[in-house]
């Protein structure tokens, strides 16, 4: 389930970056679909040795869900950090 929750974060991610790209804003997206596309391609190569090794290729379950969200909010944690130290926008320059 982890690697669905990860895929679709990281599918979303890159959408918005190409998006704001195309506008000419700078939320530093690229940070954060290229954190999430490298854990989903993580997570899809443990995916495929347990498969070859007799387990579930996706394991749905309710503690999978959770271990998904939980490593989205790691990562999302990290991109704000991210945010923070760049400020694109200067917003906490201005103060």
Excluded: H, Q
């Amino acid at each position: 389930m982890w690697l669905l929750v990860l895929g679709y974060a990281a599918t979303i991610a890159t959408a918005l970056w190409y998006m704001g790209k195309a506008r000419g804003e700078d939320l530093c997206l690229n940070y954060l679909a290229t954190m999430l596309w490298g854990a989903t391609i993580m997570f899809f190569i443990d995916a495929i040795y347990s498969y070859l090794n007799g387990e579930e290729f996706i394991e749905v379950s309710a503690d999978a869900a959770v271990l998904g969200f939980s490593l989205l909010l790691v990562v999302l944690v990290i991109w704000l950090f991210i945010l923070f130290l760049k400020d694109p926008k200067k917003v906490l320059a201005k103060k």
